[in-house]
């Protein structure tokens, strides 16, 4: 969905590598974070500061391969060694279709999968994960289990302007972020941690080295020029404001969606909240990146029924919901985004009248 | 050491990327592995076509960041899930230092570190390190435990022309290979592994979309420029073949590290056979990136004492081996490698005649 914008700047993000740059696993900062390059983590903590999402100020930051290995990353730091048994690891459902996987794949005495936030009632350590906006469902999210033995990991991968209103500016424990959600630049793997504490973000950077000894600096150089024209065009009023443009573009297809899903009872979209915006001074609704349809009255597997209609969507039990839901994607190109909504459409007009 | 190289053939590595370049997960291959970049695919097939060092065809490429992340992914589709203990991991002494940690750091119930090959004699499954040329001491490996409950993983980050003779093409159920050996390129995170069983590469590429989805397009597309420009100098006589450019690097390096050793009977460095290469049709030496360095004589820790002199080194206790031997880098920088001469030779001659 992005690449329109992308091609319209032209050459601005043109990056150039010679043959004898990057040689080396170091970078030259004096970041905790050794191999992360300084150029980054400069542009990482402008865009916040611009953005207004993230506090950075006393925060490290560690660079990840993507969110999912900063995701891993923390698990790992975040977990007690000194307990018997491997701690729990919860989110309310609907939630993000990996975080059981990435808890449990590697059986580790760790950590482990514990379900649904909402089911959790064990007075025992545990790590929460609050994604908000929430993937798949684009809902605010708060913690839910509020114990005082939990440990927090806050995935804002979507939280800008594009996606939700800018309400205030996040400063939790662990906050991640990912070039993949905010550019569309998913191809570079470029995720970034903000963390609070000193040895927790030092344990994230040691799972890095062990697991893949830091993060591409091809990757992390052309994220900074990425982020840094970000930036700039939110500064520079000659330049096309990026969040501007891509909330134009996300608005219009949500419009068409819930116009074409409005005219029947059967099929329901997740309704969202209209807030004030503290970057673009402008109340503006949440435009998540995916939309969570609900097949009300049907006791059908959605997904299955859908795709019957060849409409791609996920079912909702793989984010530890029912499958009556199911998660649509927002960001797909134009062409497959029409046709999906073609399809639609020809669903619901095929059903009788009122349903 | 290889900059050098790198600055002498000028922009013939340079890769530029735009904007809207790359923004997907996927790659366009029709690779089982399907985060690869075709391109980087085909280049690594030519280089090893080129090279000698590995049989490629019936061979599923599969692509990491860094070989670190290849290692774990070996181990965790190596793994049986079926079993009530975690396998066996075993290297013969001196070892690379990271399989311990990488076999053991997340806690896995899948697998466990269980020390130097030589001493396994268990009657249960394992998995046993090959690295050939061998990291720290640059010897030639075979498998030592050859039991029939193996599975092996042969490590040849090291079997290319600049450190060992090719004495033939290597045709081994699991390699490994990395961008960062083979041509200097650390800071792009590239390896690759050449995987015989489809099975065994399916759940290495399930490893990578766990814990990274994937690999950097843009370091994946800059490793496949320097690998072709690798292949194209050794094909195109107009161009400076790059082994044999780094060999004679190489060669120059140990010849100086050989000049000021040999006059003393208390240090002591691992001796090579010369053998016939397949690639460059010459009799080559071994020459390691890494020196094998023995204090003979002396009960002290040698890491310590040449660190006394502020000579960095790695002491051999971390290899499972020694703490009379150290391992001494021979690809740092011509500076730093000069002056490291400089203080062992003031040591060595410090030494009372005949030691």
Known sequence: MYESYWRKIGNMCDITFNGYESLSYFANGKSLCWFLESKLEEEIRRLHNVVGN???????????????????????????????????????????????????????????????????????????????????????REPVVNGIQGKLIHDLAYYWPQYTAITSPANHDVMLFTVSKCTGHAGSRI???????????????KFMEVSTIGVSKEAQLRAAKILGVISDSCV?????????????????????????????????????PLQYCLFTKKFYETHPAFAWLMCKGSEEDCE??????????????????????????????DEDFNIFLQRLEAIIQELPDGN
Not at 248 to 262: A, P
């Open 54 to 140: 993230a506090i950075v100020d006393d925060y490290y930051v560690v660079i990840g391969n993507g969110s999912s290995q900063l995701i891993m990353a923390a698990l790992y730091a975040l977990s007690p060694t000194n307990q018997p048994h491997p701690i729990n690891i919860v989110a309310a459902a609907p939630f993000y279709s990996s975080y059981p996987e990435m808890a449990d794949f590697e059986r580790s005495e760790l950590h482990k999968w514990a379900g649904d936030a909402r089911n959790y009632d064990k007075d025992e350590p545990y790590i929460e994960f609050i994604t908000s906006p929430n993937n798949p469902d684009g809902v605010i």
């Open 191 to 205: 995720g970034w941690a903000l963390v609070k504490d000193k040895e927790v973000g030092r344990k994230m950077i």
């Open 236 to 272: 520079n009023p000659t330049l096309d404001n990026f969040f501007e443009y891509s909330q134009s573009l996300l608005t219009d297809r949500w419009q068409r969606l819930r116009q074409v899903v409005k005219a029947n009872d059967l099929y329901v979209l997740q309704k969202y």
């Open 304 to 333: 299955k029924l859908l795709k019957g209609h060849k409409l791609q969507t996920r079912g909702g039990e793989k984010f530890g919901s029912y499958s009556r839901n199911v998660r649509i994607s927002m960001l797909g190109k």
